[in-house]
């Protein structure tokens, strides 16, 4: 079994900083991306962020130059700092990982549970 579970989402004044985190844990082989995405209420799941195993980034239009996404290999976990936070920010940001379990020839897709971020205006 494999879990992601994150933590650092909260409630955050318009044009403060928040950083999520999510941690990757069980029978892991190898992990090729890492990200997040958000959904809002009625709207599809949204790519926020993500960075593969060799430090590729990939960023949202919307989120350039205001996040960025981190990751330590050795840790299976990966990092979003969320700087200059914007009301239309606010949502349910989750972990996502592609990965190799052990014992496994597949890559296979992995979800956290979500953290909510809240930025007030």
């Known amino acids: 079994q494999v879990r992601l579970v994150e933590s650092g989402g909260g409630l955050v004044q318009a044009g403060g900083s928040l950083r999520l985190s999510c941690a990757a844990s069980?029978?892991?082989?190898?992990?090729?991306?890492m990200g997040w995405y958000r959904q809002a209420p009625g709207k599809q799941r949204e790519l926020v962020a993500a960075?593969?195993?060799?430090?590729?980034?990939n960023y949202a239009d919307s989120v350039k130059g205001r996040f960025t996404i981190s990751r330590d290999n050795a840790k299976n976990t990966v990092y979003l700092q969320m700087n200059s936070l914007k009301p239309e920010d606010t949502t349910v940001y989750y972990c996502?990982?592609?990965?190799?379990?052990?014992?496994?020839?597949?890559?296979?897709?992995?979800w956290g549970q979500g953290t909510q971020v809240t930025v007030s205006s």
């Open positions: 996502y990982s592609k990965l190799r379990g052990l014992g496994s020839v597949r890559l296979n897709d992995y």
């Open positions: 069980g029978n892991i082989f190898t992990i090729y991306t």
């Open positions: 960075i593969t195993n060799d430090g590729s980034t």
